[in-house]
Nanobody, 121 residues
Framework: QVQLVESGGGSVQPGGSLRLSCAAS????????MGWYRQAPGKQRELVAI???????NYADSVKGRFTIFRDNAKNTVYLQMNSLKPEDTAVYYC???????????????WGQGTQVTVSS
């Protein structure tokens, strides 16, 4: 069974930094795209950043220049380095990973459990 375990959320003052991580495990054959989404109260879930298996990255305009997504393929882990955090970054952050498994060799999307990020003075 595929599991995604997130860590690294918390509370920080405006201008501060946090690093989120998401580790995938369980019968993995291949990991394709790895990404981060967020959902603020009363809002739809939105894409924050994505990193393909080929190394391409894309970011939401609201986080460009402040957030960096990177992955450790040997560990099947994706990270989100968040700098210069703003109150509007407050949300639950979810990782989303496309994984092909030993039993089903076609990529399916899996979600992490979510981690709260709160930016407040």
């Amino acid at each position: 069974q595929v599991q995604l375990v997130e860590s690294g959320g918390g509370s920080v003052q405006p201008g501060g930094s946090l690093r989120l991580s998401c580790a995938a495990s369980g019968g993995i054959l291949r990991v394709n795209a790895m990404g981060w989404y967020r959902q603020a109260p009363g809002k739809q879930r939105e894409l924050v950043a994505i990193a393909t298996s080929g190394g391409t990255t894309n970011y939401a305009d609201s986080v460009k220049g402040r957030f960096t997504i990177f992955r450790d393929n040997a560990k099947n882990t994706v990270y989100l380095q968040m700098n210069s955090l703003k109150p509007e970054d407050t949300a639950v952050y979810y990782c989303n990973v496309a994984i092909a498994t030993m039993t089903y060799p076609f990529a399916s999307n899996y979600w992490g459990q979510g981690t709260q990020v709160t930016v407040s003075s």
